[in-house]
């Protein structure tokens, strides 16, 4: 199958049968969020992998009882950071000049700009843009998820300060974006398995500039 083949195998599926993933296509899945693509390199998130039966069902009961969240075998929780701060700027980038092996000038000043800018500013105003991060990342999860077969549901339908208290994100400097059950579609007990996609005409979402 071509990518754009798996594209459109999957969906958003709404009942899993509780079959679960191997590890080696969960580790996969982990991998593709770790080398998602982050504004200046920040990566500011975490994600949690919960496949303990009792979380689950508690974080269900805050997700508007949606089933994928206990049917799934692993269960995504996208968690971006509260606010930049200063530590947790340098920290990548001293990484970065760990990894590379050399201290480059221009990278410098960017950290400087970066440090200069996004401390102070409102938390609330850097929260928005850690949590646009954290959907880059779902999306890589879902693609190689995909790639590899197995199904998943990008979910916004949940109470975030609710899931914030029953993970205690808010003491880690963290707060819950997304949730991303992984497993198997339950074909006979999902509504939408057999449904053609529905996407915007070409002619209405792309314009060609030549
Ligand atoms: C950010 C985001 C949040 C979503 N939240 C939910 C959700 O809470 N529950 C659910 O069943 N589907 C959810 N969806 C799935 C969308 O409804 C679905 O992706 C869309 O209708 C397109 O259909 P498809 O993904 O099946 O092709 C969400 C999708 C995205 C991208």
């Given amino acids: 199958m071509s990518f ?3 594209m459109n ?3 958003a599926v709404k009942a899993m049968n509780g079959q679960k993933v191997p590890q080696e296509k969960i580790d996969n899945i982990l991998e593709a969020v770790r080398l998602a693509p982050s504004s200046s390199g920040l990566q500011p998130f975490e994600v949690f992998v919960i496949t303990n039966d009792d979380l ?3 974080i269900r009961e805050v997700s508007f009882n949606q089933p994928q969240v206990t049917q799934c075998s692993h269960l995504l929780v996208f968690a971006a950071w509260d606010t930049y701060t200063e530590d947790r700027i340098n920290h990548i980038f001293d990484l970065t000049n760990e990894i590379r092996g050399f201290k480059n000038e221009g990278w410098e000043d960017y950290r400087q700009m970066l440090l200069a800018k996004y401390p102070q500013r409102e938390a609330e105003i850097n929260f928005q843009h850690t949590a646009r991060q954290t959907y880059i990342a779902m999306m890589a999860a879902i693609a190689q998820a995909a790639f590899d077969g197995v199904d998943s549901t990008p979910m916004e339908g949940f109470e975030n300060d609710k899931l914030d208290k029953i993970l205690n994100l808010r003491e880690k400097g963290l707060r819950s974006t997304l949730l991303l059950p992984l497993g198997y ?3 006979e007990n999902d509504w939408l398995a057999d449904l053609p996609k529905v996407r915007h005409a070409k002619e209405e979402l792309f ?3 030549d």
Wanted: aromatic share 14%; hydrophobic share 25%; proline share 0%.
């Fill in 9 to 11: 195998w999957r969906y």
């Fill in 4 to 6: 754009l083949e798996k």
């Fill in 207 to 209: 314009t060609i500039i």
């Fill in 56 to 58: 689950k069902s508690k």
């Fill in 185 to 187: 579609r339950d074909k």
